[in-house]
């Protein structure tokens, strides 16, 4: 089974731009949480999708979205790139709401000049 | 507030040395908890769910076990190749499925 996957896995913007990256989860599962790791911040929880729908946010700005379609895949962007952004982000998908394992993808690392 | 933490930072051992890793909650009530592996540059890899005090579960060289306020990691004989980060989560009752994470431990095992 193949596990979760992410793209691009690196990018590097400059201030000002916008991204948007893509995860795709395990084939089943519905639920897609995405989060952003720092070295000085650990794991923080931007969001998670389920069944289309935002079901929680974490603290981050408007800047920082995401949606989810039918199939289950998930996207987030961020806009208006700051060079706090630069960090890793991580999607993982879990079967339903009710299972909390969740499977992490290899991350997208996000670099802004 | 709901609160995970986990000591320590970092540990480096001998490979053969064992020690334990220890991730303690503060929460109003556990849906379970969660031990991750995270290797330089990549996601997390899941390891265990603990649902309830008194439960361990082992997986080779690993073995969790978990009490009302803490948890711990237990690492046998540890090789070079168990040099990660370890990463504890919690899953409170009223957190509407959102996972609490702790900052991780930094194991290095020296050869």
């Known amino acids: 089974k193949a596990g979760v996957t992410q793209t691009p896995r690196y990018l590097i913007k400059t201030r000002g731009q916008q991204v948007t990256l893509s995860c795709s989860p395990i084939?089943?599962?519905?639920?897609v949480s995405w989060y952003q790791q720092t070295p000085g911040q650990g794991l923080q929880f931007l969001f998670e999708?389920?069944?289309?729908?935002?079901?929680n946010k974490g603290n981050f700005p408007g800047r920082f979205s995401g949606r989810q379609f039918s199939n289950s895949r998930s996207e987030m962007n961020v806009s208006t790139l700051e060079l706090g952004d630069s960090a890793l982000y991580l999607c993982?998908?879990?079967?339903?709401?009710?299972?909390?394992?969740?499977?992490f993808g290899p991350g997208t690392r996000l670099t802004v000049l | 507030e709901d609160q995970v933490t986990q000591s320590p930072e970092a540990l480096r051992l001998q490979e053969g040395e064992s020690s334990s890793l220890n991730c303690s909650y503060t929460v109003s009530g556990l849906r379970g908890l969660f031990w991750y592996r995270q290797d330089p540059g990549k996601g997390p890899e899941f390891l265990f769910t603990l649902y309830s005090a008194g439960e361990e579960k082992e997986k080779e060289r690993l073995k969790a076990t978990l009490t009302k306020k803490e948890s711990f990691l237990h690492i046998t004989a540890p090789k070079p190749e168990d040099s990660a980060t370890y990463l504890c989560?919690?899953?409170?009752?009223?957190?509407?499925?959102?996972?609490?994470w702790g900052a991780g431990t930094k194991l290095i095992i020296k050869p």
């Open positions: 999708y389920f069944s289309e729908t935002q079901r």
């Open positions: 084939s089943g599962h519905r639920s």
């Open positions: 993982a998908s879990s079967l339903d709401r009710g299972y909390n394992e969740q499977f």
């Open positions: 989560a919690v899953s409170p009752r009223d957190s509407n499925y959102q996972l609490i």
